[in-house]
């Protein structure tokens, strides 16, 4: 992905092409970009075809990742609760998505953009919830397993794809708070285990203990319980934020 500067605004341009062990990678720059076509301008969104898979450019969004932004939170000598505020910034981003009809399905600190005009939620590539080209889909087979939910990591294990769900994107975003807090995954296994050892990890065993003082501790504990039907939604998680902040 570039940061691309021209005379009619500053673009993320993003080079699709197949990885090591996936081939669907180079699908993602265009997938995305009939994705981000139904949820903003489509004039500000375009896409095409290479020689190696697909290609996109979207507007650039300014600011820092959640993860960078609770840095000090992870190396204080006396840790402090982070921003309720921050955490609201994010949890409405991804609110907002799920109340127009779509799930993430890639939640991870690093696709929560928090700058001067906002929280932006990125890297849609994974997204489900409306349309997309028949000849740019792919099967969703899981997302970052630092945090995936039990159930994502169960199915991805069983079959080799998953579905997406509000509600495991409800966890990856307590266990996107929980690590860009504390600097430790929701779920411990060896740092050079591979995927299956990972998600084999996530299946048999519960998550840390949460660790994190005030309502953003007790919330996160909500939101990585092991059965999704017991997590709140991501309304009832804007709606508890908002109140600890006002």
Excluded at 8 to 16: D, I, M, P
Excluded at 61 to 90: D, I, M, N, T
Excluded at 207 to 217: C, E, F, K, Q, Y
């Amino acid at each position: 992905m570039w940061d691309v500067r021209t005379a009619t605004g500053r673009f993320a341009v993003k080079l699709g092409y197949p990885s090591r062990t996936h081939s669907w990678t180079a699908l993602a720059p265009a997938r995305e970009a009939t994705i981000l076509r139904q949820l903003i301008d489509p004039a500000e969104v375009r896409f095409g075809e290479w020689e190696r898979g697909t290609w996109s450019a979207q507007p650039w969004r300014e600011g820092a990742s959640l993860h960078a932004l609770w840095e000090r939170h992870r190396h204080a000598k006396e840790p402090a609760a982070p921003s309720v505020g921050e955490a609201l910034s994010c949890a409405a981003a991804l609110a907002d998505l799920h109340e127009r009809g779509w799930t993430h399905g890639d939640v991870q600190p690093n696709h929560f953009v928090v700058g001067p005009h906002g929280t932006f939620l990125i890297d849609l590539g994974l997204a489900r919830g409306g349309e997309v080209p028949e000849v740019y889909d792919f099967e969703y087979r899981g997302c970052l397993v630092h945090y995936e939910a039990p159930e994502i990591s169960r199915s991805v294990l069983a079959s080799g794809t998953a579905v997406p769900s509000k509600e495991a994107d409800v966890y990856a975003l307590g266990a996107s708070l929980f690590i860009s807090a504390t600097g430790r995954r929701h779920v411990p296994y060896p740092d050079d285990a591979d995927r299956k050892v990972q998600r084999q990890a996530i299946v048999d065993k519960p998550h840390r203990p949460i660790n994190v003082a005030g309502t953003l501790g007790k919330l996160m504990e909500q939101m990585m319980r092991r059965d999704p039907a017991d997590r709140p939604t991501m309304q009832e998680v804007r709606k508890s934020l908002a109140q600890a902040a006002a």
